[in-house]
Each structure stands twice: as structure tokens, then as C-alpha cells.
């Protein structure tokens, strides 16, 4: 019995040892990878391997099935004498949305053993990326009209006032360049403590200058569309040192091994597209005042008309980012913002501002020039790199706007019901430091009396119709 047991197990071992033995070899691919395929694109790839086991059956699949799918895979076909391999076979891709993925084939014999294995890396871009570089384009004609509009209707005795005592941008700087970089790095933290690229696209959303649609939403709240425009201005100016500080300095915590560039001409042209268009409106309230009230009453529509502009052909443009949206994706796109509403109406507060700065201040801290944040993603990620971080800064632009609605409908229906703004310049505390520095006729100032009945509004020409410009040409 002895014999036969001991005979049994060494045949056992005969059979098994070409199995144990039995080598996998490495699979090579035609191409050897996909990088940059755009998405709802099919694609066929060739497979090759040199291996003497037969090979039975093939199964491919794809890593991450949301970005890309094997629709087919051919049986193993065996080569030619001549050929550099044993066996071969294709297979079919269909690539379905951004993001990265991994291609893996293995091939087994009679006997479900693997005989050999590979894997191909594959990136998936948008189809539609340059829908986005136009949404961005129009947007940038829009936001030029309307800053003409608003230098039209700007009080240039408010603006000087500031200029001479610039309390309030004082303020909005400390709020957009030191509490929300914070704010944004720590939040990151908080929601993505894993994931070091969707940190990054929420830091440097909140490391941005403020921006154009803060004068609209600051104009339909009835804040201070004068120290609006003042603060947006310095914001962005001030962007040439505040910018290249925090990405260079924090940049490199979040993201070790990223070679940050700062898009300063961007930069620039941010800033030309405001002061052009500015200055024209501006030129136009000196030399022809006769105008402005036309300016005026387009001021409000054209707001209205960015900002629809905004939630219908912007969200299509970044419809991209609901597809791969999380709930810490909208946490991240909420909270950013209404922190920022938050901090710098507290910190206008402190200052004893007057409830139109306070607007101004609070909206100008939460809204974030997204584009710079999007350009820098862009030009230091490769892609879908780029595009996947890009993701928070665009979910933060989609529901920046949604506070401020809230809002603003609340004003709405309070006005309707009192009869009244909700803002009247009688609210205002008499102590209000900005508005003793910015609410001054010039007139008064020489101690000529002022055309007007009663105080001037604090929020300059858009609830002041400039008609004393206009008489005064008259």
C-alpha cells in the first residue's frame, strides 16, 4: 500500500509540474496605448504574444466602465512561421466619457490557466472641448458690454471718494486674497483628503480674483455697484502678485510633482477687458450725459441676460460635470461660495460698512473668476488631468449663483410687500466709515446745494439716474 501511495503522488507531481512550470508570458499591443481619444469614439487594438500553451479562450475588459467598454474580442489566431509571434487577436473599445483607464487582456488554455497577460493605458477626452473655449469667449463679449454699460452709470464722485479713502477695497482684497485661499485649501482637506487633483481645482478656484458677475449680482441686490466695480478692479490687478504667491507656495503641497505656470496674460487681458470697455462707458457719462439714462435702463436686463446666459449655455458647455459629480463635488461648489458671502459680509460688519458695501464686499469674496483658476489647471495638468480638476472650480461657477438667487427673491417679494426697497439709504448707519468717504456730492463739497430731494444714494448711478449730469449739460 505503501508502494502504490508513493506512486500515485509522484505521478500526481509529473502531471502537475508542467502546469507549476508552465510560463506567463506578457502580452504587447497595437498601439501600444490610446492617449487622447475623444469620447463616443470606437477604436480596434491588436494584441500579440509569444507563448507555446494553447490558447482556448481570451477575456478582455475594461478597469473603469463609466470612461470606456470592450465591445468584442476576436478569438486567438495562431501565426504564421515567419511571424514574430504565436498568437494574436483584436480587440474592440468604445470610449464613453473623460477620464483615465487601463485596458487588461489575459488568455487561458483548456484548462482555465492563465498562458499570458497584458494591460494598455487609455485617456478619454471631451468631444466637445471647444464648446467650452466658446462658451468662455462669448462670455468675455458680454461681460465687456456690460462693464461698458456700468461705466456709464458709475458715480465718478462716489469713485473718487474712494480712491481717496479705499477702505472698501481694502477690505474685499484682505477677503478675496487671504480668507478664501484658506477657506479653499482647508476645505480641501476636509472633502478630498484622497484626491490631490479635485484639492487642487478647489484651492486654486479660491486663490482667483473676483469676478464680472459680482457687479451684476451686486446691481440686482441693490449693494454698491460703485465700490462693486472698484474692488473687482483692484481684485484683478492685484492678482499679478496674489496669484503666483499662493500657487507657488501652496501649489506644490497639494501636488508634489506639478509644474505650476501662472497664466499672466490672461491675466492681463482680464484686467484691458475691464478698463476698456470701463473707460468707454465713462467717456460716454462725460460727453454725452444726455445717454445715460438709455444706459440705465439697460443695465438691469443685461445683467439679467448674463446670468441666464450663464445657467443655460454654461451648463451645457460643463455638462460634463454632472456626469462624474459627487456629493463632496457639491458640497465643494456650494460651500466655497457661501463661505465667501459669509466672511466678507462678517468682516464688512467689523467695518461698520453700510449695507450696500456690505453687499458689495460679500459678493464680490464669493464670486471667483473661474477662468483663471480653469487656465492653470490646463496648462500644468496634462490631459484629462486638467479637465477632471477643472471639475470643482466648474461646479463652484454653477452654484455660485445660488445663494444670491435665494436672495434675491427674498428682496423681491419684501419689496413688493413694503412698497419700498429693502435697502433705503435710511437704513444705513449714520457712522458708516465708507459712506463718509464715498457718499459726498461735489456739489456740497463746495458748498453748493445739492438739485436732488434728499440724501444722494449711497450706491451712486444705478439708483441715481445721473439726471444732474444731465441738467447740468443742459
Not at 474580442?73 to 468604445?94: M, P, Q, R, Y
Not at 468707454?280 to 446666459?309: D, H, W
Not at 461660495?337 to 469674496?365: C, H, K
Request: glycine share 8%.
Amino acid at each position: 500500500m505503501l508502494l502504490q501511495s508513493l506512486a500515485l503522488t509522484a505521478m500526481a507531481l509529473t502531471l502537475a509540474l508542467p502546469a507549476m512550470g508552465q510560463e506567463i508570458h506578457n502580452i504587447t499591443f497595437d498601439p501600444e496605448s490610446l492617449l487622447n481619444v475623444k469620447d463616443q469614439t470606437s477604436h480596434t487594438i491588436t494584441w500579440f504574444v509569444v507563448t507555446d500553451a494553447n490558447v482556448a479562450y481570451v477575456h478582455a475588459e475594461m478597469e473603469d466602465k463609466m470612461v470606456a467598454i470592450v465591445t468584442a474580442a476576436s478569438e486567438a489566431a495562431k501565426g504564421n512561421s515567419d511571424d514574430n509571434f504565436t498568437h494574436s487577436g483584436h480587440v474592440n473599445i468604445s470610449a464613453l466619457f473623460i477620464g483615465y483607464n487601463t485596458l487588461n487582456v489575459t488568455l487561458f488554455d483548456e484548462f482555465n490557466k492563465s498562458v499570458a497577460s497584458g494591460n494598455m493605458k487609455m485617456t478619454v477626452l471631451l468631444s466637445y472641448q471647444q464648446l467650452n473655449d466658446i462658451f468662455t469667449w462669448l462670455m468675455a463679449v458680454l461681460v465687456a458690454i456690460l462693464y461698458l454699460i456700468m461705466g456709464a452709470t458709475l458715480d465718478l464722485n462716489i469713485v473718487k471718494g474712494i480712491i481717496k479713502k479705499p477702505i472698501g477695497p481694502g477690505v474685499g482684497v484682505f477677503c478675496q486674497y487671504v480668507l478664501m485661499p484658506v477657506i479653499s485649501f482647508l476645505l480641501g482637506l476636509v472633502l478630498f483628503p484622497d484626491d490631490e487633483l479635485l484639492r487642487l481645482g478647489l484651492f486654486l478656484n479660491g486663490s482667483c480674483p473676483g469676478g464680472g458677475a459680482s457687479n451684476m449680482w451686486t446691481h440686482l441686490l441693490g449693494g454698491s455697484l460703485d465700490l462693486s466695480i472698484m474692488m473687482t478692479f483692484i481684485s484683478t490687478v492685484t492678482a499679478f502678485a496674489a496669484v503666483p504667491f499662493w500657487v507657488l507656495v501652496i501649489g506644490p503641497v497639494i501636488l508634489a510633482d506639478g509644474e505650476f505656470t501662472i497664466p499672466f496674460l490672461d491675466i492681463f487681458i482680464t484686467v484691458v477687458t475691464l478698463i476698456v470697455p470701463c473707460g468707454i462707458g465713462i467717456l460716454i457719462q462725460i460727453f454725452f450725459p444726455k445717454s445715460l439714462k438709455y444706459f440705465e435702463k439697460l443695465l438691469t436686463p443685461m445683467s439679467a441676460f448674463n446670468l441666464i446666459f450663464i445657467f443655460t449655455f454654461g451648463i451645457y458647455a460643463y455638462l460634463y460635470v454632472f456626469e462624474i459629480f459627487t456629493w463632496r463635488m457639491l458640497v465643494s461648489g456650494i460651500a466655497l461660495p457661501s463661505l465667501g458671502y459669509v466672511s466678507g459680509m462678517v468682516i464688512a460688519f467689523l467695518f461698520r460698512m453700510s449695507p450696500r458695501e456690505v453687499i458689495a464686499i460679500s459678493v464680490e469674496t464669493g464670486v471667483q473668476n473661474y477662468t483663471i483658476a480653469l487656465i492653470i489647471l490646463q496648462v500644468t495638468l496634462a490631459s484629462p488631468a486638467g479637465e477632471i480638476s477643472a471639475a470643482v472650480p466648474a461646479a463652484a461657477t454653477l452654484f455660485t449663483p445660488a445663494p444670491l438667487l435665494t436672495l434675491l427673491v427674498i428682496k423681491k417679494i419684501y419689496d413688493r410687500c413694503n412698497g419700498g426697497s429693502s435697502l433705503d439709504i435710511t437704513s444705513q448707519p449714520a457712522d458708516s466709515k465708507m459712506r463718509e468717504a464715498t457718499s459726498t456730492p461735489k456739489a456740497q463739497e463746495n458748498g453748493v446745494p445739492s438739485k436732488g430731494n434728499g440724501p444722494p444714494p449711497a450706491n451712486g448711478g444705478v439708483d441715481n439716474p445721473a439726471m444732474e449730469l444731465q441738467d447740468e449739460a443742459v
